[in-house]
C-alpha cells in the first residue's frame, strides 16, 4: 500500500511505476475503471481516448491497459 497526498495524474502514474518496482516486473494487459487520470473519453465498447502521459507510461513499461 502507498499512501498519496494528492489524485492528481503524477501521483497516478508514480504508483505504477512504484508498483512495478515492488512487484519485480509489469503486467502485459491491466484493467481500469473509468479514470480521468488515464483516459479522456469513452469510445465505442472497451475503446478509449487515453491521456498523453498514460500512453507514454504504457508506451515505456511496455503494457496496455
Do not use: S, W
Amino acid at each position: 500500500m502507498r499512501a498519496c497526498l494528492h489524485a492528481k495524474q503524477e501521483a497516478f502514474l508514480d504508483g505504477f511505476v512504484h508498483a512495478f518496482e515492488f512487484l519485480g516486473g509489469v503486467p502485459t494487459e491491466g484493467l481500469l475503471d473509468n479514470l480521468k487520470t488515464a483516459g479522456i473519453k469513452i469510445l465505442q465498447g472497451r475503446d478509449r481516448l487515453e491521456q498523453e502521459a498514460f500512453i507514454g507510461l504504457q508506451a515505456h513499461y511496455v503494457f496496455k491497459a
